[in-house]
């Protein structure tokens, strides 16, 4: 019985000192290969490949250390402060890869007390998923993002987080158009919510537009106006049918291009219910006289704006209303095309050229009416049956391919 005791005891004090001495050499592996500090111009420019495998050594101890048996739990918080400083430096030089940990080992820092370090992390987090969110082949939760910036800046409040917050709308508004409004639906009704909250209200009322325009898809738009010979837009008139909105000006080169195709789709649509809008945004010199002149005049693939489009003018429209379409909806670029549905909701904000005609198409179908009366699941489900119909399709184009 005695000599079983001893050999337990022996057995336990060899385990533990291989326990000791395997955590030691860890740790030495930790420390040998960890920076002493974050490099100053972290983010301006990647970190060199030496200090980057020097990291990636630093995480493989880490994770041999969370995998000993028995780990007291400051051991754990002596390797996840270090695992912070090494992931910090490798989600700028690989950040898919080291992203999504360095966003989780910042909660656990937040969680264990640890403000100081918590803190530091979760501004590069906040940083390098700005970038991330402005790729536009970037498959990422903005709302989450802002979310989570709305959550640092409660934190931290200060001048530095309304920086943060600015840099990040900024860096969205520099996108094109399709991608910036939405990543500008997800992120700025959480910042204004937050403006309100703290009552800054001037911030959240700058939003405002960039919210208007961004989520309007799903809502009913609100159109008023006046037109190049004075008179009023009458919505009611336009019950029923098909609209497309643009905004343009007599200037704007993309405008002109964009006619001969507007005016191709308007002949072959109108006496099916199209009704194309035109919102001249009245800058740069594009009076009333201006834009009758320029209609009057331009072809456009050997054709003339139809005399009955409807030619809304910004300067009119001011003057009546004291403000304009372009001003509540934040229109900063032009040419910008809303299609808008029979049931009078936005359908599509900027329709790519390419699917345009196909989108119209299927406002102007019958079945158009019958959909919006359907319920959320049903939606789902027939647009689950045409994705299915499209495979299906795509799959018997292949194999028509494959004969040749």
Same mark, same amino acid.
């Given at each position: 019985?005695?000599?079983?005791?001893?050999?337990?005891?022996?057995?336990?004090?060899?385990?533990?000192?291989?326990?000791?001495?395997?955590?030691?050499?860890?740790?030495?592996?930790?420390?040998?290969?960890?920076?002493?500090?974050?490099?100053?111009?972290?983010?301006?420019?990647?970190?060199?490949?030496?200090?980057?495998?020097?990291?990636?050594?630093?995480?493989?101890?880490?994770?041999?250390?969370?995998?000993?048996?028995?780990?007291?739990?400051?051991?754990?918080?002596?390797?996840?402060?270090?695992?912070?400083?090494?992931?910090?430096?490798?989600?700028?030089?690989?950040?898919?890869?080291?992203?999504?940990? #360095?966003?989780?080992?910042?909660?656990?820092?937040? @969680?264990?007390? /640890? +403000?100081? !370090? &918590?803190?530091? %992390?979760?501004?590069?987090?906040?940083?390098?998923?700005?970038?991330?969110?402005?790729?536009?082949?970037?498959?990422?939760?903005?709302?989450?993002?802002?979310?989570?910036?709305?959550?640092?800046?409660?934190?931290?409040?200060?001048?530095?987080?309304?920086?943060?917050?600015?840099?990040? #709308?900024?860096?969205?508004?520099?996108?094109?158009? @399709?991608?910036? /409004? +939405?990543? !500008? &639906?997800?992120? %700025?009704?959480?910042?204004?919510?937050?403006?309100?909250?703290?009552?800054?209200?001037?911030?959240?009322?700058?939003?405002?537009?960039?919210?208007?325009?961004?989520?309007?898809?799903?809502?009913?738009?609100?159109?008023?106006?006046?037109?190049?010979?004075?008179?009023?837009?009458?919505? #009611?008139?336009?019950?029923?049918?098909?609209?497309?909105?643009?905004?343009?000006?007599?200037?704007?080169?993309?405008?002109?291009?964009?006619?001969?195709?507007?005016?191709?789709?308007?002949?072959?649509?109108?006496?099916?219910?199209?009704?194309?809008?035109?919102?001249?945004?009245?800058?740069?010199?594009?009076?009333?006289?201006?834009?009758?002149?320029?209609?009057?005049?331009?072809?456009?693939?050997?054709?003339?704006?139809?005399?009955?489009?409807?030619?809304?003018?910004?300067?009119?429209?001011?003057?009546?209303?004291?403000?304009?379409?372009?001003?509540?909806?934040?229109?900063?670029?032009?040419?910008?095309?809303?299609?808008?549905?029979?049931?009078?909701?936005?359908?599509?904000?900027?329709?790519?050229?390419?699917?345009?005609?196909?989108?119209?198409?299927?406002?102007?179908?019958?079945?158009?009416?019958?959909?919006?009366?359907?319920?959320?699941?049903?939606?789902?489900?027939?647009?689950?049956?045409?994705?299915?119909?499209?495979?299906?399709?795509?799959?018997?184009?292949?194999?028509?391919?494959?004969?040749?």
């Amino acid at each position: 019985m005695r000599t079983c005791f001893w050999a337990c005891a022996l057995a336990f004090f060899l385990a533990s000192f291989v326990f000791a001495q395997d955590l030691a050499q860890l740790q030495k592996n930790i420390t040998d290969n960890l920076p002493a500090s974050l490099p100053e111009d972290l983010g301006s420019k990647p970190p060199p490949q030496e200090l980057v495998g020097s990291c990636k050594k630093v995480i493989e101890a880490v994770n041999q250390i969370y995998a000993l048996p028995d780990l007291s739990i400051p051991d754990k918080v002596w390797a996840l402060r270090r695992e912070t400083i090494a992931l910090i430096i490798l989600a700028y030089a690989e950040t898919p890869a080291y992203y999504p940990r #360095l966003a989780l080992v910042s909660d656990e820092l937040e @969680r264990m007390g /640890d +403000r100081k !370090l &918590a803190q530091v %992390a979760e501004k590069h987090v906040l940083t390098i998923g700005m970038e991330l969110a402005i790729r536009t082949n970037a498959n990422f939760n903005t709302q989450a993002l802002a979310e989570r910036m709305v959550m640092y800046a409660e934190q931290n409040p200060g001048e530095e987080s309304f920086r943060l917050l600015d840099s990040f #709308l900024q860096k969205i508004r520099r996108m094109a158009v @399709r991608p910036r /409004d +939405r990543r !500008l &639906a997800a992120a %700025a009704p959480i910042f204004q919510e937050y403006y309100l909250r703290i009552n800054h209200t001037a911030r959240a009322i700058a939003l405002e537009p960039d919210i208007q325009r961004s989520t309007l898809v799903g809502k009913e738009m609100m159109l008023m106006g006046v037109d190049i010979n004075g008179k009023d837009l009458d919505w #009611l008139a336009l019950d029923g049918k098909v609209v497309l909105i643009q905004f343009w000006g007599t200037w704007c080169v993309n405008c002109k291009a964009e006619f001969s195709h507007l005016i191709s789709l308007y002949e072959k649509y109108h006496d099916r219910g199209l009704e194309i809008i035109a919102i001249n945004t009245g800058v740069d010199g594009d009076d009333e006289r201006k834009v009758k002149q320029f209609i009057e005049t331009e072809y456009f693939g050997g054709k003339k704006i139809p005399k009955d489009w409807i030619m809304l003018h910004e300067g009119a429209g001011e003057r009546k209303f004291k403000t304009t379409l372009t001003k509540f909806y934040g229109i900063t670029e032009l040419p910008v095309l809303i299609l808008i549905g029979q049931n009078g909701k936005v359908l599509d904000l900027h329709p790519l050229p390419s699917t345009l005609e196909n989108r119209i198409e299927e406002a102007l179908s019958p079945f158009a009416t019958i959909m919006d009366e359907l319920t959320d699941e049903e939606s789902q489900q027939y647009e689950e049956m045409k994705r299915k119909r499209q495979g299906e399709e795509d799959q018997k184009i292949q194999r028509e391919l494959e004969k040749l």
